[in-house]
């Protein structure tokens, strides 16, 4: 008897997933700008690489069906292109593709990559206290909260007077409750005094 059920139980969920292929097929054919979500399981899929098979759709999106799983995650400084003493803003973009380091740019902030990517591995929607070394002291520059979708809404303001020598900026990322730091590391410039390269 239990055998009996689990094939009903499969069949009715092929049959379901039929029809939602055929209503999915009928809503991207019919011309209106209303798109139903096709979930499709990937080829092949690793670190870095999601293979899927080409349809009608270029665009796709990796989603999970557990929330707040650990991201990669790049911490990227950027510049006003037209203040002089611009402080550095330091945001958590999701890691894998130029185009979320390019929406920031685009934003319409007037902001330039001015340094290069540090690597992490955040949760989404946590906050994380940013928390830099300078000048023999430690400075809490605010929270940051990841998101793998949506606008950029949390970035961290290392101001100038935070500036030192160095080229780099002295990172630490930790959660509200704990002392321990999730992440730390440095933040490379390209040059202190210049947003030229880019």
């Given amino acids: 008897m ?3 059920d689990e094939k009903f139980e499969e069949n009715k969920v092929q049959n379901i997933a039929m029809a939602e292929k055929n209503l999915v097929n ?3 054919s019919n011309g209106n700008h209303h798109h139903a979500v096709e979930f499709i399981d990937p080829v092949y899929c690793d670190d870095e690489y999601v ?3 080409k349809n009608d759709n270029s665009w796709f999106m990796v989603v999970s069906s557990k929330p707040n799983l650990p991201i990669n995650v790049n911490l990227v400084p950027f510049k006003q292109k037209a203040a002089e003493n611009s402080p550095i803003y330091i945001y ?3 890691r894998g593709g130029f185009h979320n380091i390019k929406r920031v740019v685009h934003s319409g902030r007037g902001l330039k990559q001015c340094g290069y990517e540090k690597p992490c ?3 989404a929607g946590q906050a994380y206290q940013f928390w830099t070394d300078t000048q023999g002291k430690n400075f809490n ?3 940051l909260e990841t998101e793998t979708w949506g606008p950029d809404t949390s970035w961290a303001v290392y101001k100038p007077e935070y500036f030192k020598a160095e080229d780099y900026i002295e990172a630490s990322l930790k959660l509200a409750d704990e002392n321990e730091p999730e992440f730390s ?3 490379s410039l390209y ?3 210049s947003v030229d390269a880019a």
């Fill in 2 to 4: 239990e055998v009996i």
């Fill in 26 to 28: 009928k809503n991207q």
């Fill in 51 to 53: 293979i899927v098979e």
């Fill in 92 to 94: 958590p973009i999701p």
């Fill in 121 to 123: 591995i955040l949760r």
């Fill in 141 to 143: 520059l605010g929270n």
């Fill in 185 to 187: 590391g440095s933040i």
């Fill in 191 to 193: 040059d202190r005094l």
